[in-house]
């Protein structure tokens, strides 16, 4: 058997790692390689997957926690990707609360499976509002997070091989370029790289690396696990699964748009800082998906063939600094307001809302292979 190239891709909730993925994907299945992809989360239920699958990609998710805490789970994945598929690359999308990827994610299947796979550059994908935010590089603006989620976000940065900086189109190039001379300043050994998920701009730049770069994963740092649980332990994880009936045609990005605009008053009330939203909207034929990476911030769209309709598929990520209880009564109650506004009847198939509990990596390895 041959081996395949494995990008693992880290970053902080809402950077843009599942475009990115999805986005480069597809890019390296037109030059030729043939590419499956990894999906991970705390919970079940993922928007990433679906969205994998609605791009016709080969996909494989780890659910229940981190990679490093499912690593065997995340092994055999990989490994009946290998077997059933024999792809040349696959992309692995970390949990965007985990960190200390290099030491237990990358040495373990160097260690144990080099035969395997080829590790490319752990990339760590950042957008510039957290950082601007988190790393306090702008005297206007504050962390959203306690200290103990931007904990989390410094050490992802700190390991990585490459820092990809999405989201580039959205600033200007005086803007961007203060960002990467402080990245190159604060973290030499790096690779900095700036790029466009959603637009592809410079995303061959970053593909080009991980085929041609043979580093990966070689700084192993020193992590306080108990701060780094006490950071994962303040955001809650909601996972949500329903089906929306009407008995007049509504407009699925108008049903979106309202849920998302009823939460944001709610969070922006409570002080309940977002880390990622994410709803799909699904129908025969195409879907809505709208995003959200900051409480107060306006959602991004992406739709496909979009129609009025009386029954949708719903699904609702949410990962933010909040008690699982108070979430699940300020979903409840926003959905609620949507449905009476609108005619329409809200059915729960799934619902899952929790804070994670302390990482407890399957291995760690404290020396580079």
Known sequence: ??????????????????????????????????????????????????????????????????????????????????????????????????TDLAATVIQPLKQYYADKFKTAPLTIVVEPARLLHELNLDENTKPFFSQSVSYIFEKQLAEADIIALNKVDRYSEEEIAKLKAYLQQRYPQTI???????????LEALTHTWLTTDLGGDKVLDIDYELYAEGEAQLAW???????????????????EKLL?????????????????????????????????QTGDAPTFTVENV?????????????????????????????GAINKELGSNWSETYNECFSPLPPKPVHRLYETV
């Open 1 to 98: 058997m041959s081996t395949a190239r494995l990008v693992l891709l880290g970053g902080f909730l809402g950077a843009g790692k599942t475009t990115t993925m999805i986005k480069s994907a597809l890019k390296l299945e037109k030059e030729g390689y043939r590419v499956a992809i990894v999906t991970n989360d705390q919970g079940k239920e993922l928007i990433d997957t679906e969205l994998a699958r609605a791009n016709g990609l080969e996909s494989k998710e780890v659910t229940g926690g981190c990679f490093c805490c499912q690593f065997d789970d995340l092994y055999n994945n990989l490994n009946t990707l290998m077997k059933e598929k024999q792809p040349d690359v696959i992309i692995a999308e970390a949990v965007g609360s985990c």
């Open 192 to 202: 900095i790289q700036t790029f466009s998920a959603e637009r592809g701009d410079n």
């Open 238 to 256: 909601m996972n949500i699964l329903g089906d929306i009936k009407a008995e007049q045609d509504i407009n699925p990005r108008e049903w979106a």
């Open 261 to 293: 605009d009823n939460l944001n008053k709610h969070f922006i009330r409570e002080k309940m800082a977002i880390a990622h939203l994410k709803v799909h909207v699904g129908f025969e034929g195409g879907y809505v998906k709208a995003s959200m990476v």
């Open 307 to 335: 129609k009025e309709g009386k029954e949708f598929r719903i699904v609702l990520n949410i990962r933010i600094e909040a008690t699982p209880a108070i979430l699940n009564l300020v979903v409840a109650d926003s959905i």
